[in-house]
């Protein structure tokens, strides 16, 4: 992945999806917004307790630099529930209930996803030209969240996971991963990815997840960046608890 900055907003963006022109995202980081205090300064949550005006302005900024219509999010509850979106939401500020993946084929509709600490996990069919975004945390992977957003592209679109292409943003890396309770969150299944005592590589598991539905492995791009270790870039629960929520964008871009 490549860090670029866009209308005052530094990004992360993937070179895979950089290939497709006629797909327009980021993976924003903590920087260029107007919120304060322990959201400071691009937080794109109104469920943290920061101004819902500050959250409205920093997501107007994010639109500009990406130069789209409008954003939808959903309320994420750590899930498996998809929402199609074919169409800008009348409000703004209301949020898709209880949704962790998002799907739509809208140009200049851009799909949010808020995280801190959580990945955000894109995909898109180059063919069916369909884009979706997933708020996948541990509790997802456990779900096999992002096993299941390739089974309803296919049902949905006839997409085929070989010609998808995944970018995986920054996010909890192996080095701040502990799981001091793991026998009872993680199955045993999942026990392979611990790299020492407690800590997990949860990167490596969505990827695995990821090639196990379908997808090729060298069509998948991993930012391997972690937001606990990088506190001037990125909002961190684990390192902050009371913290803002960075976001990630994709789209088709409008004609």
């Not at 107007?34 to 949550?45: A, E, F, K």
């Not at 990945?119 to 975004?133: H, K, S």
Request: proline share 7%.
């Amino acid at each position: 992945m490549v860090v670029e900055e866009a209308a005052g907003l530094k990004l992360y963006r993937s070179s895979w999806l950089d290939s497709f022109p006629e797909v327009v995202h980021g993976f924003f980081t903590r920087r260029g917004g107007v919120s304060t205090g322990p959201y400071r300064s691009l937080n794109l949550s109104f469920a943290v307790g920061d101004r819902p005006r500050q959250v409205a302005h920093n997501r107007r900024l994010v639109q500009q630099a990406l130069g789209l219509a409008a954003l939808a999010s959903g309320a994420q509850v750590h899930g498996r529930q998809e929402a199609v979106i074919t169409r800008a939401p009348r409000n703004p500020g209301r949020e898709i209930p209880e949704v962790d993946v998002l799907i739509s084929r809208e140009p200049g509709l851009g799909l949010l996803v808020k995280q801190a600490d959580c990945q955000a996990v894109m995909l898109y069919d180059p063919g069916r030209r369909v884009v979706a975004n997933i708020h996948c945390g541990w509790r997802g992977q456990v779900a096999n969240i992002l096993g299941k957003a390739v089974v309803r592209l296919t049902q949905l679109f006839g997409c085929r996971p070989g010609d998808l292409v995944a970018a995986i943003g920054p996010s909890l890396g192996p080095c701040c991963a502990e799981f001091k309770n793991f026998p009872r969150e993680f199955p045993p299944a999942l026990w392979a990815y611990q790299v020492r005592p407690t800590y997990f590589d949860l990167w490596a598991l969505s990827r695995d997840q990821l090639t196990e539905a379908g997808l090729r492995s060298e069509r998948i791009d991993l930012a391997g960046v972690c937001t606990r270790c990088h506190g001037d870039d990125f909002f961190s629960y684990r390192r902050e608890k009371t913290t803002g929520r960075q976001g990630a964008v994709i789209a088709l871009r409008p004609p």
